[in-house]
């Protein structure tokens, strides 16, 4: 693709993106993103190939966030577990910052959108695969790291998808914590610590 060409693609992107940070999901249509774009419908059409293809692009632009969020991470040094739940944290929080994006990637929050499985392979194992570097670095030299990060990011994906289903729905009075992101956070962290240890996770 010419450099011009994927300047365009990326203004119409970021239109996208934006539109789903703005409006959530059901504002991703092409005739949004195409006015947020400042350009017409049939130029997303001709880029994207409809609503289905966009879909695709932008599916692909969010797990690119989260891959990013990923390598600005601080080197790995020799607290292993500290990196690794200062990663879980982070990504808590680039979960919280935009529900709508993240229900994307892991929901079905658009009725009929299943991404090309090519697709999903591809983002999957670039992003995890640095989480999983992570896992590597703790674990015991016979574990299966790929297993234990699989175990550890569900329990991750679990207690932040509880969260925001929670945050989206009245508080209850009587629920386990109280509705703060103080209690939040630490509910948190206490589950996560709780997976790294049950999995057998430590500093080498």
Known sequence: MRPAEQGNRERYLEAALSVLLDRGV?????????????????????????????LDALYERTFDSLREMLEALPPAG?????DLLHLALEYRHFALASPARYALMFERPVPGFDPDPALRSAVL?????????????????????????????TAMHGLV????????????????????????EEMYRRGVIAMITGLGLHNR
């Open 125 to 153: 194992r670039t992003t995890f695969g640095l989480f999983i570097g992570r896992v590597q670095r703790v674990c015991l030299p016979a574990a299966d790291a790929r297993t234990a990060a699989y175990h550890l990011w």
């Open 26 to 54: 059901p504002g991703l249509s092409v005739r949004g993103v195409a006015e947020a774009a400042g350009a017409s419908t049939i130029s997303v059409y001709a880029r994207f190939g409809g609503r289905s293809g966009l």
């Open 78 to 82: 020799p607290d292993g577990i500290g």
């Open 161 to 184: 998808g509880s969260e925001l289903m929670l945050a989206s729905r009245t508080p209850l009075p009587d629920w386990f914590i109280p509705p703060t992101e103080e209690a939040n």
